[in-house]
């Protein structure tokens, strides 16, 4: 679809929403989940997602769960809600402008077989609003300046730092 908006998905009732896309271009918002049900709004993504204003846009008072499979690109920004969300990267090659983890305790889920993430936590990071990595696969670096992390836990495969992390943590 090419119009304002491309896929809208609405839940008021039980349950959790799940939306899988494979490739879906608009003007404004190419994805859009509300979910004011029980469980989690959760998106996959397996192709091109693009948005003029956002890729994705996520309303939920029970959290937001991302995953941008190996052949999943986004372009346009990403919000997620003021829950606790997940992001799971599973590409080493795959776009993505700006990811949003809002309010909340969120975890970005390294997966894939690596890929650069530099910088996260400041607004103009492609990475921002995160509170805890894990990183799952080997062949990630983290360049630049990592802040706001409470946790960052290395559980598989080799990775390398070229920067600085800094930590919420008291």
Known sequence: SSDDKGISAFNAGT???????????????AVDV???GTGQAAVTVAGAVTGGEAAITFQSETGAALTLEE???LSGGVDLTAAADTFTDKTATG????????????TLNCSG???TVSGSGADTDAISGFEVFNVNGGGYTFAGTHTGLS???????ATSLSGSISSTAA
């Open 15 to 29: 349950g959790s929403t799940s939306v899988s896309v494979a490739d879906v271009t608009a003007a404004a918002t």
């Open 34 to 36: 509300s979910h004011f």
């Open 71 to 73: 052949t999943g690109s």
């Open 95 to 106: 776009a993505f402008d700006g990811v949003d983890g809002g309010d909340g305790v969120d």
């Open 113 to 115: 077989t690596g890929r």
């Open 151 to 157: 946790a960052i836990n290395f559980l598989d495969g």
